[in-house]
């Protein structure tokens, strides 16, 4: 029996399924190496000091720096993150939205991972070769399931440091009848922050997947968005896609400005970069996303915030037939396999 199999049984034992398998696997390896156990129940008495210890620190929240910037993360708020701020002499401005503290409700946020899904599956439903897939409505208000299970369960510290920190969740099949892992690396440095998220299948089968992260950005009547996207998809009074048509005239993102827009689309063609900029700020930001070409923009009339989403497939894709899956986005991945999507935000002084 392989030391995999040994710890998910652990895992199951003693209740801690938040941690990733192999993880897990490495502390009863350190336990068991380092002599600090001599049998079992000594054992399963450490498994579960070291878990209340991870969650009274995911509970506390973790705050990373690097010169002029501060992280603040939420692991028990959908693994959110709860600031990203500029701190110099005359104190501290929002790169991402400003936040409740302590934060209590994920859609607060400055910004929440996406993950098995992004944005909307029309009616919540929809077929993967032999498996119907029925979803709940999962927000208040609006009658399709969206953005996946992520959001909006605790996430698990891994491990974190002065610049860096790692969060983990773990889905047990019910009503997405896939288990699955998914995880959150950050990295702050003194130009910027990377965020990567990526999603492990742990079967039964294979599994349809999607990832994106939802940053909220403050902004103003002159706060500016310049993107090249090709096309963009018109949607109806429940945010689902209508019809697809180039990125022209109001929906384009070239240069232009971006608070209270009226905003909730799609965008398809996306070159993976994002400049944002604004008269009052001392930066200017560009967020990068390799290999990413599908962007979601929400940009509310009221203004105050848009929302400026990398994202790996297009809105409502799973609804689509499988054979179009490739071009919207939707991968595939066999039991064990993984994918990823990277943010960078860049932050460069005046």
């Not at 199951?12 to 990733?20: E, I, P």
């Not at 501060?70 to 401005?93: M, N, T, Y």
């Not at 039964?204 to 009547?221: D, E, I, N, V």
């Amino acid at each position: 029996m392989s030391k995999y199999v040994v710890a998910a049984q652990l895992q199951l034992r003693v209740g801690v399924l938040g941690q990733s398998v192999a993880d897990f696997a490495e502390l009863v390896d350190k336990l068991v190496n380092r002599q600090m156990v001599r049998d079992l129940d000594e054992l399963l008495d450490a498994i579960r000091l070291t878990a209340k210890g991870q969650k009274m620190a995911a509970e506390s929240g973790i705050t990373l720096e690097a010169e002029r910037l501060r992280l603040e993360l939420s692991p028990e708020i959908g693994g959110a993150i709860s600031a990203f701020e500029w701190v110099d002499e005359k104190g501290s401005r929002p790169i991402l939205r400003k936040c409740p503290r302590p934060l209590q409700q994920v859609l607060d946020a400055a910004c929440f991972p996406l993950v098995p899904y992004v944005n909307r599956i029309r009616g919540g439903e929809f077929r993967f070769r032999d498996v119907r897939v029925r979803l709940a409505p999962n927000m208040a208000g609006d009658p399709s399931p969206l953005h996946g299970q992520g959001w909006l369960h605790p996430w698990t510290i891994e491990q974190t440091g002065e610049q860096k920190a790692d969060l983990n969740f773990h889905h047990t099949s019910g009503e997405w009848p896939w288990n699955y892992e998914a995880r959150q690396e950050f990295v702050l440095d003194e130009g910027g922050l990377s965020v990567t998220l990526s999603c492990r299948n742990l079967g039964p089968g294979a599994m349809p997947c999607g990832l994106g992260l939802h940053p909220y950005f403050p902004c103003s009547p002159e706060t500016r968005i310049d993107a090249k996207v090709t096309d963009v998809w018109t949607v109806d009074d429940e945010v689902l896609p209508i019809e697809k048509v180039p990125a022209e005239g109001p929906y384009g993102l070239e240069n232009r400005l971006i608070c209270g827009q009226g905003l909730d689309n799609g965008f398809g063609g996306w070159n993976g970069e994002a400049r944002l900029s604004a008269p009052d700020w001392p930066y200017h930001i560009q967020m990068l996303a390799p290999r990413t070409s599908f962007f979601q923009l929400y940009s509310p009339q009221q203004g105050g915030i848009f929302v400026a989403e990398p994202v790996s497939h297009a809105n409502a894709a799973l609804n689509a037939p499988e054979i179009e899956w490739e071009k919207l986005g939707i991968k595939v991945l066999e039991c064990g396999e993984a994918m990823g999507l990277t943010m960078r935000i860049d932050v460069i002084p005046r």
